[in-house]
């Protein structure tokens, strides 16, 4: 079956980069939305975070190298991944604007080895950086999981297609 006799598929312009050809493909990826933090405080929005291995307790995430937490998240030793739900948008959206004080009017504490932990949220990890490497045009971060809770079994925040929206069971 071609593209074009698929009405699901929407071919992308003729001679598309692989940037496009990728920027275009993943909107239709829905992906679970975090805030990472850093020491600083410096923290940002990613929908970037995976787990990489249960034994050792291995995550990862990714950031822009041009983004403004980017320097930041170069020289942390440590780092927390904050998982959202569906009534944060205001709080992703904040950690994805640049220009402004991240935490400012944002409820926070400091965590083992002054890693900003958000009050709030889902759920929350803090892990220590065993691993960074520069991957084209982004900075690739794996750590080894040490502490973290869930706090409620919201319904998850998710990214798709552009825009926020809620992940609710099927059954």
Do not use: K, N, Y
């Not at 275009?24 to 990472?36: D, E, F, K, P, Q």
């Not at 927390?80 to 739900?85: E, I, P, T």
């Amino acid at each position: 079956m071609t593209a074009s006799a698929s009405p699901r598929l929407t071919p992308c312009a003729a001679g598309p980069g692989a940037a496009e050809i990728l920027r275009s493909t993943l909107r239709r990826h829905a992906a679970g939305v975090t805030v990472i933090t850093v020491p600083g405080p410096a923290g940002f929005t990613a929908t970037s975070f995976t787990s990489v291995s249960l034994r050792p307790a291995l995550v990862s995430f990714c950031v822009g190298l041009t983004a403004s937490a980017a320097p930041a998240v170069r020289t942390a030793d440590r780092f927390a991944v904050h998982l959202l739900g569906a009534r944060d948008t205001a709080l992703a959206d904040r950690f994805a604007t640049s220009g402004i004080d991240r935490f400012a009017g944002v409820a926070w504490r400091d965590g083992a080895a002054e890693v900003p932990l958000l009050d709030g949220v889902s759920a929350w990890l803090t892990a220590r950086v065993t691993s960074r490497q520069t991957l084209g045009d982004h900075l690739f971060v794996v750590g080894q999981v040490d502490d973290g809770t869930v706090v409620d079994e919201a319904a998850p925040l998710v990214h798709h297609a552009g825009s926020f929206a809620s992940a609710l069971p099927l059954a």
